[in-house]
């Protein structure tokens, strides 16, 4: 396989942390977000929507969106599991999931921060207090799901899900912009488990191949 | 089942298209967004996010997130269904779905609206076209994915998916703003075929018990 992706995009983040914890190799291909190489033609015609991530298979055929490949990669690799066999426990893995994907993460994507900067003429600090509010205000949401959960090393359980997928790039981001994670208790410490787990660890930015730390 | 919901939520419109869709009958339970039922504490004991919608079981268990309830509903009720059961085939569904609700309407919900006018002191000519501009992008990038896709009656194949779900309120929340739906042949052609489905002329806004037109 070969996944398409760049080192700071929280959405590569979740990918390449599902690919860690599965132990299947892969094929890093660069894509600079920054420098706009996901709008050229070559990226284009792999991925129309011309976002990242992207993952190819072996047979050429390729797959977006980061949910739905780590989804896949569940069904095709399932061990370990990152989604429950239960229904109802696979939603509310889901659901915690989609509450950063669909709701957090959105807001704070490099597109966004560009349109508020270039055609709202939004400066700095309010760029900055945008990116915070919505951060923080969906932590709040996530960790007041967390709590009605029963205890767990991870955020739903003691072995890493497709939550914990989405979680940990989010609270990467967030640092990048000095969020206060004050009070977010079981938020930070299914953070702080996974932090310690070598799947996290492997896929982070700083150990990508395209890291400019 | 009932359904926590309001008739012009994107995210509560996609459940009810998929109670449709499998002929389920539920309560409608309304709250209004508008005026912050949603943050009121009867809510927020039933759903900590505060957001809609919630599907409540028969059994009093919860669930949020709208693509999480669908593909709950999809497991426990399996007909007609709403993903396809080939795993590549299903990850390009969730993929549409995605491409929607982690894409674009984040961007465009009532909470960032309201942000945009009280705290960014954006103006009602600016609000709109922030609104319509990432609708109209977020909808290319839709289109370019269906070109790829093999000629169908609906977004994916010749049956409503959860792709179908997810578009749908998002074109009827573009109309609300005057988005040019220019050149996006295949979207407004599964569009077209959806809103001639009863299920989903029956799970629309104006056909909800709290609709205000």
Same mark, same amino acid.
């Given at each position: 396989?070969?996944?398409?992706?760049?080192?700071?995009?929280?959405?590569?983040?979740?990918?390449r942390i599902a $690919?860690a914890?599965?132990?299947?190799s892969?094929?890093?291909?660069p894509?600079h977000?920054?420098?706009?190489?996901?709008k050229?033609?070559s990226y284009?015609a792999i991925?129309?929507?011309?976002?990242? =991530?992207? $993952?190819?298979l072996?047979d050429?055929?390729?797959?977006?969106q980061s949910m739905a490949?780590?989804?896949y990669?569940d069904?095709?690799?399932?061990q370990?599991?990152? $989604?429950?066999?239960d =229904?109802?426990?696979r939603?509310?893995v889901r659901?915690?999931a989609q509450?950063?994907?669909c709701?957090?993460?959105p807001?704070?994507?490099l597109?966004?921060?560009?349109y508020?900067v270039?055609d $709202?003429?939004v400066d700095?600090? &309010?760029?900055n207090a945008w990116?915070r509010?919505?951060?923080?205000?969906g932590?709040?949401?996530?960790?007041?799901e967390?709590?009605?959960l029963?205890a767990?090393?991870? +955020?739903?359980g003691?072995?890493?899900t497709l939550?914990? +997928? +989405?979680?940990? =790039?989010q609270?990467?981001?967030?640092?990048?912009?000095?969020?206060?994670?004050?009070?977010?208790?079981?938020?930070?410490?299914?953070?702080?488990?996974c932090?310690?787990?070598?799947a996290?660890?492997? &896929?982070? =930015?700083?150990a +990508?191949?395209?890291n400019e730390?």
């Open positions: 396989m070969k996944l398409y992706n760049y080192f700071r995009s929280s959405a590569s983040f979740r990918v $690919l914890l599965k132990g299947l892969y094929d890093y291909l894509v977000l920054v420098k706009g190489e996901h050229q033609e284009a991925a129309p929507s011309r976002l990242v =991530p992207t $993952l190819e072996d050429g055929r390729h797959l977006s490949i780590i989804e990669l069904e095709m690799h399932p370990p599991r990152l $989604l429950p066999l =229904p109802f426990r939603a509310q659901s915690l509450l950063i994907a709701e957090i993460h807001l704070n994507n597109r966004v921060l560009k508020l270039r $709202l003429k700095e600090e &309010a760029k990116y509010h919505w951060v923080r205000d932590l709040e949401a996530f960790e007041r967390l709590q009605q029963p767990s090393t991870y +955020c739903y003691d072995q890493p939550a914990d +997928c +989405c979680l940990v =790039p609270i990467f981001n967030g640092q990048r912009f000095n969020v206060d994670f004050g009070g977010l208790t079981r938020t930070m410490a299914a953070f702080d488990a932090m310690k787990h070598p996290f660890q492997q &896929a982070q =930015p700083s +990508c191949p395209d730390a």
